[in-house]
């Protein structure tokens, strides 16, 4: 029954692809200067994106658009509007970091930093950065933005630890500014990977003042295209149309973003006109779509990120090399990434936990393949004798992948109870320093660039929910910032794979594919390269 399960699956998604043609990408220029660009001739291709979804806005008199694009949000709802907290680290929060914020640099369609706030840069060195800015950009409540803005975020991302602008502004040592429109960022050593981190949604720049001002609202002041007019947590965000943004004027008036957690309801409110774009549907609801082209697109859409289990391997059981070897024995990708997801999710078949489309991965990692006898005998070998673990995790799809996980550990005699939580309890619960997880199911946010998997491999990296730690590949990830050489970036990224495959403290699962459901007229949807979070810029409906 699996078989024909994942036979059938494998066959729509086939003729999904097949039906799609290829979409154009943008273009843009970049500045001068030393970065490191992503380049995935290691990773999976993406299925190309409908050209309708992502065609730029029509011109003439007689073309007219909506006033306001609903936007469904799937599996998580944004806790906070916030670049500086834990909570906000997410998919779904950069959707809207990206409407409301604007970052020192943008990213063209092949990963390339471009001017944004920063009209140029130049560094001699890899480590000491001159930034020129704009001079004609305003925040929302009327501030001009000057470099001292930039200096600003780089100090509140100093004490925001486990935040994402925590992360990217870490490199930077000391902060110069010459004058309102020149800044100087020198840092710690030589990072190559710099300028791609800094093109980041969440490395926007936001308003000292407005949040010292209001700690709640403030947070939500910007320079970008949109200002947010209504927040709920978990429930709805709410933007519109910033008149007086100094750069490409948006299109659409207001967009409301919703977090619908139940896919019938979605496939309902698409239905019924109450929603215009909705990302993932139960796989029973898609033919609806798919059988109306009249009326809606459908859109198969990777995910760059693999769903795994952690395990917190300062935990005496979760820790013990014998018991995650009986784990890894044990399950069945192919029936956990079914129950999660039906024919929107893949299961891996390699044993590398590393961006399906993330730079220099490693394809040849042998998986440890399922063998109930030999869990049977490494489950005999470990610490582990008969206690009740907690699998944590957050997000509709993996609730049922971790439902799933539970029933398959059970068949060798582990025993375990689902602690189900929202994503910023689970991002708390499973902080490096203070992990109070046994196993966690769930995924790390992960670009196309290599240097985003060091979140989840480096001590103290805000992604790292198995509290990893291992000196050499410490060592590697020191070294491979400083090495501007790709032969030798992909050595060291290579190695770091491999001494992380065995000790494992994740066990790669499946990669989820979203359906995006659209009415037709929509578009001017962006998809990233590596599908880390959809920019909706410039998203339209035409009437």
């Known amino acids: 029954m699996k078989k024909s399960k994942r036979t059938i699956a494998l066959i729509t998604l086939l003729m999904m692809l097949l039906s799609l043609l290829a979409a154009c990408g943008g273009s843009g220029s970049g500045g001068s200067g030393t970065a490191s660009q992503p380049s995935n001739d290691n990773a999976a291709p993406a299925p190309a994106p409908a050209p309708e979804l992502v065609a730029p806005a029509p011109e003439g008199e007689d073309v007219q658009f909506a006033d306001l694009v609903r936007v469904i949000l799937d599996n998580a709802g944004i806790q906070v509007v916030n670049l500086f907290s834990p909570a906000a680290v997410g998919g ?43 001079d004609d950009v305003y925040y929302h409540n009327g501030d001009k933005f000057t470099a001292k803005d930039v200096e600003n975020n780089i100090l509140m991302a100093r004490e925001a630890p486990g935040s994402e602008p925590s992360q990217i502004f870490a490199p930077v040592d000391t902060i110069e500014i010459i004058d309102d429109t020149t800044i100087v960022l020198t840092l710690h050593d030589v990072n190559v990977d710099f300028l791609y981190n800094i093109s980041l949604f969440a490395a926007g720049i936001a308003n000292k003042r407005a949040i010292d001002e209001d700690p709640e609202k403030g947070t939500w002041i910007g320079t970008g295209p949109y200002y947010v007019t209504g927040f709920s947590s978990n429930d709805f965000v709410t933007v519109e149309r910033n008149d007086n943004y100094w750069g490409k004027p948006a299109i659409t008036k207001q967009v409301r973003l919703n977090y619908i957690p139940e896919p019938t309801v ?63 024995s044990v399950i069945d990708r192919e029936e956990i990434s079914i129950v999660a997801a039906g024919e929107f999710a893949m299961p891996t078949t390699d044993g590398t936990c590393w961006g399906w489309k993330t730079e220099f991965r490693n394809n040849d990692i042998p998986i440890i393949p399922h063998d109930i006898e030999q869990a049977k005998a490494y489950l005999e070998a470990s610490t582990y004798k008969g206690e009740v673990l907690e699998i944590a995790t957050s997000m509709v799809t993996n609730i049922r992948a971790s439902e799933q996980i539970q029933q398959q550990l059970s068949l060798i005699g582990i025993n375990t109870r689902i602690n189900e939580m929202d994503g910023a309890g689970l991002r708390a619960y499973s902080a490096y320093d203070n992990n109070s997880t046994i196993m966690t199911m769930g995924g790390n946010q992960v670009t196309a660039n290599a240097s985003s998997t060091r979140a989840s491999f480096y001590p103290g990296g805000n992604s790292n929910k198995a509290s990893y730690s291992d000196p050499r590949v410490t060592e590697l990830y020191d070294k491979v910032a400083l090495t501007v050489d790709r032969d030798e970036r992909n050595a060291m990224y290579q190695e770091i794979q491999q001494i992380v495959s065995e000790n494992p403290p994740y066990l790669s699962l499946f990669v989820r594919i979203l359906p995006i459901i659209a009415v037709k007229g929509l578009g001017g949807l962006v998809l990233p390269g590596d599908i880390v979070s959809y920019d909706l810029r410039y998203i339209y409906l035409e009437k």
């Open 92 to 134: 779904n929060t950069n959707w809207v970091f990206g409407m409301v914020f604007d970052s020192l640099l943008g990213r063209n369609e092949n990963g390339e930093p471009i001017p944004h706030l920063a009209t140029s840069w130049e560094t001699p060195d890899g480590k000491t950065f001159t930034f020129k800015l704009r």
């Open 266 to 328: 979605r496939a309902i409110m698409m239905q019924n006109g109450e929603a215009d774009i909705c990302f993932n549907l139960n796989d029973a609801d898609v033919p609806i779509f798919q059988n109306d082209p009249d009326h809606y697109m459908v859109v198969p859409s990777e995910l760059n990120t693999i769903q795994a289990i952690s395990f917190n391997m300062n935990h005496p059981i979760a820790g013990d090399y014998n018991f995650r070897m009986a784990v890894a």
